[in-house]
């Protein structure tokens, strides 16, 4: 959100402070804009509808972790979306293919757990434990951010033909949105300091 758009999300708080019955404060806007401040105002709108939909929590006021919980999805079902990217492009590129992911973190993970080479290479038996090795590391980095990742996770066939000198740089795949798997693949990636990514 941009500073002009305060006055919206004002009322915005206004109007989720007469659904329950709360008293909306300065400070408690003033808080509520600095946790939600980073996301779009059409996001933070609709964060606020969702809550107000949501039968677990809706029946109480929300807390700013209720909106980003509206606004991102929760770390579980991020978590495994992320494994289930890595997985399909193990099935389908295999690890002999370089592959850029749209998700810094995905690539932040693999170079952890040994590189594209090792992690794409795992045995049927292994993958149920490697899932949930990458489930939990994904959570943490949701809630610590990453400092470096990847550019490139590199398969077998550019490593070898980039020793060899038959190529200078490797050849890969963009997975998922190819526009951000563009960013990444060019080092221009948002390093999340904090929060959920």
């Not at 964060?47 to 509206?70: M, Y």
């Amino acid at each position: 959100m941009i500073d002009s758009e305060k006055p919206k999300f004002a009322q915005s708080m206004a109007a989720i402070g007469e659904i329950y019955g709360k008293d909306i404060s300065e400070v408690m806007i003033g808080i509520y804009w600095n946790a939600l401040k980073p996301y779009p105002i059409e996001d933070v709108s609709r964060s606020f509808q969702g809550h107000t939909r949501d039968t677990d929590n809706g029946q109480f006021f929300p807390k700013p972790a209720d909106l980003l919980r509206h606004i991102e999805g929760n770390k579980d079902g991020k978590a495994l979306l992320a494994w289930s990217k890595c997985h399909k492009a193990i099935c389908s590129y295999g690890r002999r293919n370089s592959v850029v992911f749209d998700d810094p973190i995905i690539h932040a993970i693999v170079a952890d757990m040994g590189g594209w080479v090792e992690f794409a290479g795992m045995t049927e038996d292994e993958i149920p434990f490697r899932a949930k090795e990458f489930e939990k590391r994904y959570r943490a980095y949701l809630l610590t951010g990453i400092q470096k990742c990847e550019s490139v996770l590199i398969g077998m066939d550019d490593a070898q033909n980039i020793r060899a000198g038959f190529q200078k740089e490797p050849q890969p795949f963009l997975l998922g949105d190819r526009s951000k798997a563009k960013q990444i693949r060019n080092g221009m990636y948002l390093i999340e300091n904090k929060g959920v990514a």
